[in-house]
T-cell receptor
């Protein structure tokens, strides 16, 4: 079983749609969680951290369920500029440092 | 404020050769992590450097080695290149302290092994 699993998509949605991405992780000792966005042939960029209480940043809402080891990202009112790959990321606290563990990513394509 | 920089941007090598990739962390950051991203995959953790020492390593062979300099910049070395080493190599920097260790990525070096 992969440490972080995501539905690879692609998700093809029209502008204005609401889309949800899901992610599961296998290591119950994981401490922090993120969504990164990656545009084609570019580096990943932090979209938002994910907290147990849930958090929102404009049109983006992230949720974490520690009991189910499940993370979600909701995008409301999709824009053309939201087209990208969304990476679910878990931070493992190892003996002497940390390592980000990435899912394969979910591709979103927003069309007009 | 300069972000994370990497050089070179692109590189073409042949099997069996050796390559060195370079990374300068974001100002104020002292920890550098390296990741390999193959086409269609998420980045995979190679190793992390802090205080000039490798403090954590992912599941990569010894052909992958690194170094961190006193100014916190870092190098990734790959020996005896294989076709499967073709990937985007990403460097990420962070402060190395605190519970939430947010990492910021450089633009990457795209390595092609022929």
């Amino acid at each position: 079983r992969k440490e972080v699993e995501q539905d690879p998509g692609p998700f093809n949605v029209p502008e204005g749609a609401t889309v949800a991405f899901n992610c599961t992780y296998s290591n119950s000792a994981s401490q922090s969680f993120f969504w990164y966005r990656q545009d084609c042939r570019k580096e990943p960029k932090l979209l938002m951290s994910v907290y147990s209480s849930g958090n929102e940043d404009g049109r983006f809402t992230a949720q974490l369920n520690r009991a189910s080891q499940y993370i979600s990202l909701l995008i409301r009112d999709s824009k053309l500029s939201d087209s990208a790959t969304y990476l679910c990321v878990v931070n493992h606290y190892l003996q002497a440092g940390t390592a980000l563990i990435f899912g394969k990513g979910t591709t979103l394509s927003v069309s007009s | 404020d300069a972000g994370v920089t990497q050089s070179p941007t692109h590189l073409i090598k042949t099997r069996g050769q050796q390559v060195t990739l370079r990374c300068s962390p974001k100002s104020g950051h002292d920890t550098v992590s390296w990741y390999q991203q193959a086409l269609g995959q998420g980045p995979q953790f190679i190793f992390q450097y802090y205080e000039e020492e490798e403090r954590q390593r992912g599941n990569f062979p010894d052909r992958f080695s690194g170094h961190q300099f006193p100014n916190y910049s870092s190098e990734l070395n790959v020996n005896a290149l294989l076709l499967g080493d073709s990937a985007l190599y990403l460097c990420a920097s962070s402060t190395g302290t605190g519970i939430v260790d947010t990492q910021y990525f450089g633009p990457g070096t795209r390595l092609t092994v022929l």
